[in-house]
Nanobody, 126 residues
Framework: QVQLVESGGGSMQPGGSLRLSCVGS????????IAWFRQAPGKAREPVAA????????RYADSVKGRFTIARDPAKNMVVLQLNSLKPEDTAVYSC???????????????????WGQGTQVTVSS
């Protein structure tokens, strides 16, 4: 059974940092294209970052570029999203997604991914 489980969310002051983890079971994340999405209350889901399985590199939304970093930890079958310099507008539920046959030029499309985690809440406020 395929599962993606996120963790690491919580409450943080503006300017702080959090590290989110996405752990896979029933699939080897090294074989998959991985993306992080987020959804704030009352807003549509939006792409945050992606890391591809074919050495095509990474992609970031303009709103997080320079602040967030996505990386693999193959030994733990895990993908990490490091969130630095957090802003209140980063508040959202963050979900990881995996897809085997995803065009890198479509990384930002939710419909491109096959498996999703349940999400972890990130709250940024004073």
């Amino acid at each position: 059974q395929v599962q993606l489980v996120e963790s690491g969310g919580g409450s943080m002051q503006p300017g702080g940092s959090l590290r989110l983890s996405c752990v896979g079971s029933g699939l080897n994340l090294r074989d998959y294209n991985i993306a992080w999405f987020r959804q704030a209350p009352g807003k549509a889901r939006e792409p945050v970052a992606a890391l591809w399985n074919n050495n095509s590199g990474t992609r970031y939304a303009d709103s997080v570029k320079g602040r967030f970093t996505i990386a693999r930890d193959p030994a733990k079958n895990m993908v990490v999203l490091q969130l630095n310099s957090l802003k209140p507008e980063d508040t959202a539920v963050y979900s990881c997604a995996a897809g085997l046959y995803v065009g890198f030029n479509r990384w930002f499309l939710s419909s491109a991914y096959d498996y999703w985690g349940q999400g972890t809440q990130v709250t940024v406020s004073s």
